[in-house]
């Protein structure tokens, strides 16, 4: 019986997911960075003339995040459809993405699907669930680079082991250069005095290395 409000609960929790993105479309960033992946664009000086990024055109603050899209966007042009619609696809599959994935990293991280046992505990879990992260869910759907940062604090959450510091840091690095120490030195500090201090050496080590 516990699998099934379980599962019940996904489902729902998923139809919502659909509802929110079906009912907004993200603005600025995310549709930057996806029309940057479709254009002829090879830098964000290109984009922002007259800038520091124009300064520094070889360099993408967001380069792991752009790399995928740039793949995405090659992928998706094969499909015999106008550009403009595949834009679109390509940002309300990025919205899907990006909700699915920090529903899935809170639901793991907190253990909260195991507390769902009956009808009761369901309501007040979905109750929860949504009104405590409504705003971060609504964010999340904007396809903002910035959104790994939120992925990488909650993941990180609880997280021990020297090499999964190592390796989230190195992601989340990936995939936005340009701030990932402003998550990562935080995160490091809260676990050097209350988390797992092999975690905070391996994420802190690889910053160092990083920004050498």
């Known amino acids: 019986m516990n699998a099934s409000y379980q599962k019940i609960f996904k489902l729902t929790l998923f139809i919502t997911l659909v509802f929110v993105v079906s009912a907004r479309f993200p603005v600025d960033d995310g549709l930057r960075h996806v029309g940057m992946a479709f254009g002829d664009f090879t830098s964000w000086g290109d984009v922002y003339p ?4 124009e300064e520094f ?3 993408d603050p967001w380069y792991g995040y752009d790399l995928i899209l740039r793949g995405l966007a090659k992928v998706a042009l094969i499909i015999p ?3 403009l619609t595949l834009k679109f ?3 309300k599959f990025l919205s899907v993405l990006f909700l ?3 529903c899935w990293i ?6 909260m699907l195991k507390g769902i046992k009956d009808r009761q505990t369901f309501t007040l879990g979905l109750v929860l669930f ?5 705003l971060p869910l609504l964010r ?6 910035f959104v790994f940062g939120t992925f990488y604090l909650v993941y990180s959450s609880g997280r021990r082991g020297f090499i999964r510091g190592i390796l989230s840091s190195l992601a989340l690095t990936f995939l936005y250069p340009y701030l990932s120490w402003f998550y990562i030195l935080p995160v490091s500090f809260a676990h050097f005095f209350k988390g797992d201090k092999k975690f905070a050496s391996g994420a802190v080590l690889f910053l160092i290395a990083f920004l050498r």
């Open 50 to 53: 007259f800038s520091r990024f």
């Open 57 to 59: 055109k070889t360099y």
């Open 81 to 83: 459809l106008p550009v």
């Open 89 to 91: 696809l390509m940002i």
């Open 100 to 102: 699915i994935s920090f």
């Open 106 to 111: 809170v639901l793991t991280r907190s253990d």
């Open 130 to 134: 949504l009104t405590f992260l409504t």
């Open 140 to 145: 999340v759907a904007s396809a903002r680079p």
